[in-house]
């Protein structure tokens, strides 16, 4: 980002369009990494934020993490519940970066 933004590269139309959508996927791998589900980190985070009491709870939830995640990947009857959650960040984001 701080390339585009402080050298004459981004004045090149091909260059500033591949680093900006090298942004966007590194953006999008990191913020579909935090959410809160088994196989992601973002379920390791909330864990360790957690009591004792409350992460022997949240870790009842592990075996059941690969089907939430199954859940929010499929499109039922328009655009994937994980892309309208993600969307509104992800452009908030890349507003700042780009």
């Known amino acids: ?15 500033s ?13 990191a913020l579909f990494n935090l959410i809160p589900i088994e196989p992601l980190d973002g379920f390791k985070i909330v864990n360790g934020l957690l009591s004792k009491e ?10 059941y993490g690969f089907y939430f995640l199954i859940a929010l990947s499929v499109p039922l009857f328009g655009p994937a519940p994980i892309g309208l959650i993600l969307t509104p960040v992800l452009r908030f984001f890349l507003k700042i970066l780009l």
């Open 17 to 29: 369009s591949v680093i900006a959508m090298i942004i966007q996927v590194n953006l999008s791998l």
């Open 1 to 15: 980002s701080l390339l585009l933004k402080l050298t004459p590269l981004g004045d090149m139309a091909i260059v």
């Open 54 to 63: 409350q992460s022997w709870k949240w870790e009842t939830l592990r075996p």
